[in-house]
């Protein structure tokens, strides 16, 4: 699987050269719908087989996963909610899930969240079905009961024992409670039928109550459902019987079921298994995967985990039981879905956040077009951070996802000639969205290739997935008839020249130097990020990197990580190909670095193990000027993952630190007790932030606020970095790109 999983482009592309010939590299025209990069047409026959579940049948083997939107809890977003479902619907896949609803109060995410308890409930959720049975697909509603991850003073568990991810300490369900719980699973079902849902989907993984009940981790009870895993399951098991008896036998049922829960005290394999053989005869349809628990100290949706690690786990359960067994976690291409089918490691695939990312996934893949599949990076900026900061979830490639009634990209009434200077995220943002609504779009890049910003963060170690945002550009961009200038830089005198109706500033950010305001900040051992990132400078053996934002974690991940070549080996000519694509970390390597047992048959608690020591490659220092912790400031989901990596790689953390001077002996710093010290350093890498490149913009009052002003008969904007040099945001450059160019 792990080949299967990595393999995705690398070796696809179609003859086409290391700059493009679409491009243009010296500001002379070519055709710009010439050859794709990368352009694959791969049948994928498993992906696209139906699968009869008797009473019904699926088209495919695709199933957009359960994703809490934010939606789901405010009756009066179910216009919008269906208009998100019905979009992935016309998409092409087979089934989709909702996010969680919860069967009563206790069981809300937050306060007041979505249920299904009423009538009044199931006329809303109508709105839901429709909307998705228009076109073809079927809909599951899934019951989610928080537990103990409830953000309310009404949360229950098995025992009373408070999670570390959420604040209140669950009050233990008695007997009673539990019986009364398996009741409203049960009318909640009903209710589902009744609004019109193909089936419900029961959440008995992540964390959430069943699996409260489900684990040891949890579940220290000493009544009938305690003990061992009979004891343990007969909860889950009861709501599984008593929905199968409210709905009847023409409904899917799906559970589910967590396939390894990496924390301490969870279960084994051998009771994953019993559980799952007990769903099969309850009258369950489908198992689903789940893996570990929300408070899990082991990644397992963020980019840095490889395709499919855990699709192996499911196939060990599959060979348990007779009923459809679906795969889940970290599957987003096409190449990887039809691997696992084909081997028969699963029956249906799961994916979640890449229907976020493009809604018509499925219908790409099956029309030849996997290269405009617009890729989810598991980055999690702007769904699960959304989701736990009790936001609107939407996504960073893709920013119409969950705003499809309020973002449009209609056709223009009146064509217009539009230039996009800057070819970063913001650029090809606007330039693709622009041209696909019918506008005439000519976009000018100062580099010889895309990417801007992100192509600094693509090279890290662990974040390789984002090389597929720019290939989804580069095609798209192509697809869409854009006029690409390479090597041009921009003057004001040429845009005062040309006859363009709009001029959109996209010309982003460059790293902030600190020559003139740090002595020494001249020596060569002083580089930037840029520098040492495009492959243009290496560093020695001992590494100082000034600055511990996002960049700087980045920057010091990659000088720690065991995988990958270093960039100036690789070289500037090999990080530009197109078809260039780093290789991942194994599957097995990544297991060993994180504690997680290899042995499908694990019989270690929760599928732990000790994670492998690691010995660092260099030594490193991260310095901050701020006092406290570093890494604070990095997103919620994901900057826990980059803070236990740099810690386990050894990185020395310096918070609280004046920068004094550079010399050849390396870096002198004031420590927060006010003693100097010298860092011997061979390179000191410079993340201090960046500043904006807006001088192409005519003057504004304040620029940040101002984001558009009339020259002529031309309409200026400004987006992205150039608009606001924040950390590397490509969440904000994608979104401000296309809602611009959706109002031209």
């Known amino acids: 699987m792990a080949a299967a999983a990595t393999s ?36 994928y026959p498993h992906i696209f087989e139906p699968l009869d579940l008797g009473h019904t049948k699926l088209k495919n083997r695709i199933v957009m996963g359960s994703m809490h939107t934010g939606l789901e809890d405010r ?66 509603m899934q019951i989610l009961h928080s537990g103990r991850y409830g953000y309310h003073p009404f949360v229950v568990s098995a025992s009373p024992f408070k999670s570390p991810i959420s604040p209140f300490k669950p009050r233990q369900m008695s007997i009673k409670n539990i019986e009364s719980t398996v009741e409203d ?19 008995g993984a992540e964390g959430y109550l069943l699996n409260q009940f489900l684990s040891r981790h949890v579940n220290q009870r000493k009544d009938e459902y305690g003990g061992d895993i009979h004891g343990r399951m007969k909860f889950p098991i009861a709501v599984v019987n008593a929905v199968r008896k409210a709905v009847g036998e023409d409904f899917i049922i799906v559970f589910r079921l967590s396939m390894i829960d990496l924390v301490k005290d969870g279960n084994v394999m051998d009771e994953v298994i019993t559980v799952a053989k007990a769903l099969e005869e309850a009258g369950v349809s489908i198992i689903n995967t789940g893996i570990g628990w929300h408070e899990a100290r082991v990644p397992t949706i963020v980019t840095s985990v490889p ?6 786990y499911t196939a060990e359960v599959k060979k348990h039981v007779s009923i459809p067994v679906m795969a889940a ?51 999690n900026q702007a ?21 499809e009634t309020e973002l449009r990209y209609e056709p223009a009434k009146k064509v217009k000639k539009v230039a996009v200077i800057g070819g970063g995220v913001a650029g090809m943002s606007a330039a693709t969205v622009a041209a696909e609504r019918g506008h005439q779009v000519t976009l000018y890049e100062a580099k010889d290739i895309l990417g801007g910003q992100f192509n600094y963060a693509k090279v890290i170690p662990g974040k390789e997935e984002f090389f597929e945002t720019t290939r989804y550009y580069l095609n798209e961009l192509n697809h869409q008839g854009v006029t690409i200038k390479l090597n041009t830089k921009v003057t004001s005198e040429m845009l005062d020249d040309a006859d363009y109706d709009h001029v959109i ?5 460059v790293p902030r130097s600190l020559e003139g305001k740090l002595e020494g900040a001249d020596n060569p051992k002083v580089i930037s990020y840029a520098d040492l990132l495009s492959g243009e400078k290496a560093v020695g053996d001992k590494v100082a990197v000034i600055g511990a934002g996002g960049i700087g974690f980045d920057v010091s991940e990659y000088l720690t990580a065991r995988h990958g070549q270093p960039l100036h080996e690789l070289g500037p000519e090999t990080l530009k190909d197109p078809s260039y694509r780093p290789e991942p970390q194994s599957v097995t390597d990544w297991k060993k670095e994180w504690g997680v047992n290899e042995d499908v048959t694990y019989q270690t608690d929760g599928g732990l193990t000790r994670p492998e020591k690691i010995v660092p490659t260099r030594q490193v220092y991260l310095l901050q000027r701020r006092a406290g912790s570093l890494g604070k400031g990095l997103n919620k989901t994901t900057g826990w993952v980059h803070r236990a990596h740099v810690k386990s790689h050894g990185v020395m953390q310096m918070p609280g630190v004046t920068y004094d001077k550079v010399t050849n002996e390396g870096l002198w710093v004031t420590t ?39 020259k002529g008969k031309t309409q200026y904007h400004i987006i992205g970095g150039a608009k606001l040099a924040a950390e590397l945001d490509a969440k904000r450059a994608i979104r401000d790109g296309a809602e611009l160019a959706a109002s031209l």
């Open 8 to 43: 995705n482009h690398s070796n696809n592309s179609n003859g086409v050269d290391n700059r493009n010939n679409h491009l243009e590299n010296n500001g002379a025209e070519t055709d710009s719908k010439s050859k794709n990069i990368a352009a694959t047409n791969v049948a």
């Open 75 to 140: 009756f009066y977003n179910y216009g919008k909610l269906a208009a998100y479902f019905a979009e992935r619907a016309k998409g092409g896949v087979a089934m989709m899930i909702t996010g969680g609803i919860s069967p009563n109060r206790e069981g809300w995410l937050i306060p007041a969240g979505g249920t299904m308890n009423t009538r009044a409930d199931v006329i809303n959720h109508q709105r839901l079905t429709r909307a998705v049975h228009r076109h073809d697909s079927k809909i599951i």
């Open 185 to 203: 699973y049960a009318r909640s079902a009903s209710l589902a039928k009744q609004a019109g849902y193909d089936g419900v989907e029961i959440m």
């Open 307 to 312: 395709r499919a690690a855990f699709v192996d």
């Open 329 to 379: 976690n970290r599957i987003n291409m096409p190449e990887t879905a039809e691997s696992i089918l084909a081997s028969g490691k699963a029956d249906l695939i799961q994916m979640a956040r890449p229907f976020l990312a493009d809604p018509h996934w499925v219908n790409k893949a099956e029309n030849g077009e996997t290269d405009r599949i617009n890729t989810c990076i598991a980055c």
């Open 383 to 403: 769904c699960l951070d959304h989701t736990f900061e009790n936001k609107r979830s939407t996504c960073l490639v893709n920013p119409r996802a969950c705003y």
């Open 505 to 509: 500033v996209a010309t982003g950010v």
């Open 672 to 710: 927060p007790q006010g003693h100097s010290q010298l860092l011997r350093v061979d390179t000191i890498v410079v993340c201090a932030g960046q500043e904006s490149v807006n001088d192409l913009m005519p003057a504004v009052t304040d620029i940040k606020k101002d984001a558009s002003i009339k």
